[in-house]
């Protein structure tokens, strides 16, 4: 079935220095990946929608600035935490929404980010 | 924002026993479905039920879906110490279109 592999699982960085996330569609193209953010105990929240050959959209109150979409190919989203803070420390998690045959949403394995 | 919420937001059984959590949303959808995510981990789709669809199953599995009420219900039978993790449901406006969470509810199953 289809797959989506996202990358690191896990990461941990200073204050101030930038994080790249990358999700993959391994064996299908994804015009569309939508990102997530789940802080601990709580639902996820999308932060926006990554679309490839133009500009992400970001959900009201998402720093565009900070949270840098780029959606290079159709086989590659990447979301960059830039000037990371601890409070950015969160759960990250993308997901490929249906479509090419595909009945329902395929989500990576997420990516635990601690700043410290 | 999140589209509803999930109740109850934490549930404890029994190994055999069932467990049933609801999930109720605002506005009109295309389909609901439903998710496990074990602690850390990424999320496993369960089921997808449309809106012109009032009951599904999968394996142990119940879903109910109420769009009058926009409720939906989640059974999981007999269930096993395996079973622990949190389950969300989603709801999709339109086909392809972004999913929107529930709150979760928290379900531990006692061996």
């Known amino acids: 079935g289809a797959v989506v592999s996202q990358h690191p699982s896990w990461v941990i960085c200073k204050s101030g220095t930038s994080v790249k996330i990358e999700c993959r569609s391994l064996?299908?193209?994804?015009?569309?990946m939508f990102w997530y953010r789940q802080f601990p105990k709580q639902s996820l929240m999308l932060m926006a929608t990554s679309n490839e050959g133009s500009k992400a959209t970001y959900e009201q109150g998402v720093e565009k600035d900070k949270f840098l979409i780029n959606h290079a190919s159709l086989t590659l989203s990447t979301l960059t935490v830039t000037s990371a803070h601890p409070e950015d420390s969160s759960f990250y998690i993308c997901s490929a929404p249906p479509g090419q045959g595909r009945t329902e949403a395929f989500f990576g394995q997420g990516t635990r980010l601690t700043v410290v | 924002s999140q589209q509803g919420e999930e109740d109850p937001q934490a549930l404890s059984i029994q190994e055999g026993e069932n467990a049933t959590m609801n999930c109720s949303y605002k506005?009109?959808?295309?389909?609901l479905q439903w998710y496990r995510q074990n602690s850390g981990r990424g999320l496993v789709h369960l089921i997808l039920i449309r809106s012109n669809e009032r009951e599904k199953h999968s394996g142990r599995l119940r879903v109910t879906l109420d769009t009058s009420k926009k409720s939906s219900s989640l059974l999981i039978t007999a269930s096993r110490a395996a079973d622990t993790a949190s389950y969300f449901c989603a709801t999709e406006k339109a086909a392809g279109n972004k999913l929107t969470f529930g709150g979760g509810t928290r379900v531990l199953v006692k061996p």
């Open positions: 064996d299908f193209q994804a015009t569309t």
């Open positions: 506005t009109s959808i295309n389909n």
